[in-house]
């Protein structure tokens, strides 16, 4: 079992950037394939990045291909979500995610076995 808690949200400007980080509690950390995940008012939670078990694979979407980059270290069983160019439509509460020994597929909710409690991210125009 792993806890998951999330830090850095807060109110930015439009291009500014913030850092999210989450901490995992455990010592298996690093057999666990995490992931982000945010959630606007009134919409379903859609994957944001993922990292692999080791770093070495990473996945993005579209909305977010160039200004976002994820990143984990393993030794201090943290995983970060690094925001640029930020714009309105990135608020959202995010969420931190973790997956061990899933089938199915990254960008789905159902993949992940624990989760965060989310931290709050507004961009202002």
């Known amino acids: 079992q792993v806890q998951l808690v999330e830090s850095g949200g807060g109110l930015v400007q439009a291009g500014g950037s913030l850092r999210l980080s989450c901490a995992a509690s455990?010592?298996?950390?690093?057999?666990?394939?995490m992931g982000w995940f945010r959630q606007a008012p009134g919409k379903e939670r859609e994957f944001v990045l993922a990292i692999s078990e080791s770093g070495a694979r990473i996945y993005d979407v579209a909305s977010v291909k160039g200004r976002f980059t994820i990143s984990r270290d393993n030794a201090k069983n943290t995983v970060s979500l690094q925001m640029n160019s930020l714009k309105p439509e990135d608020t959202a509460v995010y969420y931190c995610?973790?997956?061990?020994?899933?089938?199915?597929?990254?960008?789905?909710?159902?993949?992940?076995?624990?989760w965060g409690q989310g931290t709050q991210v507004t961009v202002s125009s």
């Open positions: 995610a973790a997956a061990e020994a899933s089938v199915g597929t990254y960008y789905s909710t159902s993949f992940y076995n624990y």
């Open positions: 455990g010592r298996t950390f690093k057999n666990y394939f």
